[in-house]
């Protein structure tokens, strides 16, 4: 086994016995279990033995370039940029030494995905909707990898176990083993210049780790590259079947193209042993104002306490200040966060 250790207790469980109480870790633990299952549901690209992942081992990409925050300058914003546990300072991207798909594999999810392959025949592309600052008709194409059948099991009988195993080799925080890592949600993006879908704006993710693979050359477009915020406004380029990987709650953007067409493969990924305590918290809280709009006004106070509570208890598990209804706390606690034009009621 290339892959072995005991599961450590990670730094976020040893926080989190000290914030939250037991039942909220045991309700938080059954969320996570659920979502997990979904993800299962959705791909079932997860029975892996350890066979499959020893015969990726001549595949895995093992070096990886570490992309680091320069924290010590004045201006760092820890509460913006700072990555969340497990991930350290250390972690804000990786990028692939070597490529991690071949041109060959490259070539299947294009050529599936433009229509080219005659079984799949020619699915539509779906418009992505306007999402973060990108007006909709600007956002970059999707496909949903699970709409096409060879990309699909292309994905899930050969390239996952390398995938995950390369994951583990460039952040081995997130997962003591591959096979604690599950897909939800995979999709190639096209950005075309001359359909005007050129771009995404500034965001985080909501899974744990993101894998951006980039499926053609940058001769073949201007502009494009993922911007990661904390640490420059230059895009990160990827040569092609090249990775770049990033804690799904580091805020980047997809920088428009000008020319040409950029492919991408996308894979969210969650990882079984990391609970996102400050998202499920958020739900609960919104879950408890939704309670309290339809009761009596005995019973309000009561569930907007609960709310409080959960927001509070989300804010010291590292809950993002940008993030669902955190921005709309900051700014009723006079704390400065600037309200965007979304807030303006
Ligand atoms: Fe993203």
Redesign the pocket.
């Known amino acids: 086994m290339f892959f072995s250790g005991t599961l450590v207790e990670n730094q976020n469980e040893i926080l989190v016995e000290e914030i939250l109480s037991p039942r909220t870790i045991a309700m938080n633990k059954e969320r996570h279990e659920s979502a997990v299952l979904s993800c299962e549901k959705m791909y079932p690209w997860y029975n892996f033995t350890d066979r499959d992942f020893e015969d990726s081992r001549p595949s895995i990409v093992e070096s990886w370039h570490k992309y680091s925050h320069n924290h010590e300058q004045e201006n760092y914003d820890q509460a913006l940029h700072r990555p969340q546990l497990p991930f350290g300072l250390d972690d804000l991207a990786r990028v692939s030494c070597q490529p991690l798909l071949t041109p060959e594999e490259c070539q299947v999810l294009i050529d599936e995905a433009d229509g080219m392959n005659k079984e799949t025949g020619k699915q539509p592309w779906m418009e992505g909707g306007a999402r973060y600052s990108t007006p909709s008709d600007r956002v970059g194409a999707l496909m949903p990898l699970e709409r096409l059948p060879k990309s699909f099991n292309l994905i899930n009988q050969q390239l996952l176990p390398r995938i995950f195993c390369s994951v583990v080799k460039a952040y081995d925080c997130c997962a003591s083993h591959p096979s604690e890592l599950r897909i939800g949600g995979a999709r190639v993006v096209r950005y075309d210049a001359a359909a005007g879908q050129v771009e995404?704006g500034m965001?985080?993710?909501f899974l744990a780790v993101?894998v951006n693979i980039a499926l053609n050359e940058p001769s073949e477009f201007e502009g494009g590259g993922t911007v990661v915020e904390a640490l420059s406004d230059i895009p990160i380029r990827l040569q092609k079947g090249h990775a770049l990987i990033h804690p799904?709650d580091v805020r980047?953007a997809?920088s428009s193209i000008t020319s040409g067409s950029r492919y991408v493969l996308?894979l969210f990924l969650m990882s079984k042993t990391i609970i996102p305590h400050d998202r499920y918290l958020g739900e609960w809280a919104e879950r408890c104002m939704g309670i309290a709009v339809g009761s009596s006004m005995e019973e309000k106070e009561s569930w907007l306490q609960t709310a409080a509570k959960y927001y509070s208890d989300a804010y010291s598990m590292g809950g993002r200040i940008d993030r669902g209804l955190f921005p709309w706390f900051y700014h009723r606690a006079g704390l400065g966060f600037p309200m965007s034009k979304e807030m303006e009621i």
């Open positions: 995404l965001h985080r993710d993101t799904g980047h997809g996308v």
